[in-house]
């Protein structure tokens, strides 16, 4: 499941960034609990939470259609490709003052792609696809 393992991957990566982040800015403003009603602590602390919210959701949905057709379509590639983006995109839009095109862009571009992955999660677990036994 190269396609997942690779956005997985590199999602993994985001997320260290993003929790590098909040513990830089518990560290420097001595914030050991909750945000410490510190603007910058709480903005980082959601960018942090909103990733944790809609990624494991994706992924899931993206391994268990990979799993399922057998292989990584171009768009489930493109998908991951787009998740990573999107994802990069609402945490910079986090540290910026609302409203702005990264944090919007970014949480409706994984809106789309978790609704779009799960319609394809339902038709592949109702219209599952022919096996290879099929074939011969």
Do not use: C, Y
């Amino acid at each position: 499941m190269p396609a997942t393992l690779i956005t997985a991957g590199l999602l993994g990566l985001v997320f260290l960034a993003l929790t590098v982040r909040v513990v830089a800015r518990r560290a420097t403003g001595k914030i050991m609990i909750g945000d410490g009603g510190d603007a910058q602590m709480l903005e980082r602390i959601r960018a942090h939470g909103n990733f944790i919210e809609h990624v494991p959701l994706a992924l899931i949905l993206m391994g268990g259609i990979e799993f399922t057709t057998g292989h990584g379509s171009p768009w489930l590639w493109g998908t991951g490709g787009l998740l990573v983006l999107a994802r990069i995109a609402h945490a910079i839009g986090m540290s910026r003052p609302a409203p702005n095109p990264f944090r919007a862009a970014g949480a409706l571009v994984t809106w789309v792609l978790i609704a779009g992955l799960s319609l394809w999660a339902l038709w592949l677990g109702l219209v599952p696809p022919p096996a290879p036994d099929d074939f011969v």
